[in-house]
């Protein structure tokens, strides 16, 4: 059975009422990650920071809206229609405002992606030439999707879904493409960590490597971004009023998904299978007794594992390795 728009909005104000308290939450937690590694200005990573702020910014401002938004149809408007003319309106400035902060939420986090891969990728250009082509394409279609909104009268006017469909559909592949980029790398890494732990020492079976975890949080978030663009999608080609509540999905999973991994990007890796050796490029440095040629430091024999690919980690720098 399909909602009415008023029940799909109340709906849709309800879910993301819980998911913006389960947002702050993580939020607090973040904050705290980031904060208790603030020993100098320079050691703070700007970019987590800045991200951290455009979602909170407008994560509040969607759902302050969404609540004036309600606040209106079902208590101040007096005219003919009641709630279901207040919501149907697509141009008025609450709903206009409201679809922008979804397209920023969703331009964000595939930014996010972006910026991620380039890093990891020993921010090679060429890697993320395509999904920086994809990026600028949604851009576009999302300013094409305003701007049909402002001059149409209803939110199901036909003209609106052409604009929905790329929009989502161009989301979809980019969160594809680059999460499947992402992992290839990690794991790519972990399999010449795993060779070199064995050559070192062939009875060490260790259960998850610390990439392991880190390409494990990069599916779980990717799968959960990806399934709120399918909804989205679906909803918009459907013409569904399901479109509100999915909406409100893939609004507050994008920052909770962020403050997730840098949650669990905080969490240290034992320090015999992991010591740091600079800023997120993920290297190892195995402390031997003489038996692997390393550099000698201190009395004791370092040897940088990843030579070839170097990437490093710094477990000082959680934000690095996940942003």
Same mark, same amino acid.
């Given at each position: 059975?399909?909602?009415?728009?008023?029940?799909?909005?109340?709906?849709?104000?309800?879910?993301?009422?819980?998911?913006?308290?389960?947002?702050?939450?993580?939020?607090?937690?973040?904050?705290?990650?980031?904060?208790?590694?603030?020993?100098?200005?320079?050691?703070?990573? *700007?970019?987590?920071?800045?991200?951290?702020?455009?979602?909170?910014?407008?994560?509040?401002?969607?759902?302050?809206?969404?609540?004036?938004?309600?606040?209106?149809?079902?208590?101040?408007?007096?005219?003919?229609?009641?709630?279901?003319?207040?919501?149907?309106?697509?141009?008025? *400035?609450?709903?206009?405002?409201?679809?922008?902060?979804?397209?920023?939420?969703?331009?964000?986090?595939?930014?996010?992606?972006?910026?991620?891969? *380039?890093?990891?990728?020993?921010?090679?250009?060429?890697?993320?030439?395509?999904?920086?082509?994809?990026?600028?394409?949604?851009?576009?279609?999302?300013?094409?999707?305003?701007?049909?909104?402002?001059?149409?009268?209803?939110?199901?006017?036909?003209?609106?879904?052409?604009?929905?469909?790329?929009? *989502?559909?161009?989301?979809?592949?980019?969160?594809?493409?680059?999460?499947?980029?992402?992992?290839?790398?990690?794991?790519?890494?972990?399999?010449?960590?795993?060779?070199?732990?064995?050559?070192?020492?062939?009875?060490?079976?260790?259960?998850?490597?610390?990439?392991?975890?880190?390409?494990?949080?990069?599916?779980?978030?990717?799968?959960?971004?990806?399934?709120?663009?399918?909804?989205?999608?679906?909803?918009?080609?459907?013409?569904?009023?399901?479109?509100?509540?999915?909406?409100?999905?893939?609004?507050?999973?994008?920052?909770?998904?962020?403050?997730?991994?840098?949650?669990?990007?905080?969490?240290?890796?034992?320090?015999?299978?992991?010591?740091?050796?600079?800023?997120?490029?993920?290297?190892?440095?195995?402390?031997?007794?003489?038996?692997?040629?390393?550099?000698?430091?201190?009395?004791?024999?370092?040897?940088?594992?990843?030579?070839?690919?170097?990437?490093?980690?710094?477990?000082?720098?959680?934000?690095?390795?996940?942003?």
């Amino acid at each position: 059975m399909t909602l009415s728009l008023p029940a799909a909005e109340l709906f849709a104000t309800f879910l993301s009422s819980t998911l913006y308290g389960i947002y702050i939450v993580t939020l607090g937690i973040a904050g705290r990650v980031l904060l208790n590694r603030w020993k100098h200005r320079s050691s703070l990573n *700007w970019v987590v920071v800045c991200v951290c702020a455009i979602l909170f910014v407008n994560v509040s401002l969607d759902h302050s809206l969404a609540i004036a938004l309600d606040v209106d149809a079902f208590v101040t408007y007096t005219g003919l229609g009641s709630a279901q003319h207040v919501f149907a309106h697509a141009s008025s *400035w609450q709903t206009f405002t409201k679809t922008l902060c979804v397209g920023i939420q969703s331009l964000t986090g595939d930014a996010i992606l972006i910026y991620r891969c *380039w890093f990891i990728w020993r921010k090679s250009l060429v890697v993320i030439a395509l999904p920086l082509l994809l990026w600028l394409a949604n851009l576009a279609g999302a300013i094409g999707l305003l701007f049909t909104m402002s001059r149409s009268t209803l939110v199901s006017s036909n003209k609106l879904v052409p604009w929905g469909q790329t929009v *989502w559909a161009l989301t979809l592949c980019n969160n594809i493409f680059i999460t499947s980029l992402i992992v290839w790398r990690i794991r790519g890494v972990q399999k010449e960590s795993k060779q070199l732990r064995s050559s070192r020492d062939p009875a060490d079976d260790e259960p998850e490597s610390p990439f392991g975890r880190v390409m494990r949080n990069i599916i779980e978030s990717g799968m959960i971004y990806t399934t709120c663009a399918i909804l989205m999608f679906a909803a918009f080609t459907t013409q569904s009023t399901l479109t509100y509540p999915a909406s409100a999905l893939e609004m507050h999973s994008v920052g909770i998904m962020f403050n997730l991994i840098i949650i669990r990007g905080a969490r240290r890796p034992p320090l015999d299978s992991m010591v740091v050796t600079g800023p997120l490029q993920f290297a190892h440095t195995i402390t031997t007794s003489g038996d692997i040629p390393g550099t000698n430091v201190g009395g004791e024999e370092k040897t940088e594992v990843f030579g070839r690919s170097r990437i490093q980690h710094d477990p000082d720098d959680a934000a690095s390795m996940t942003v």
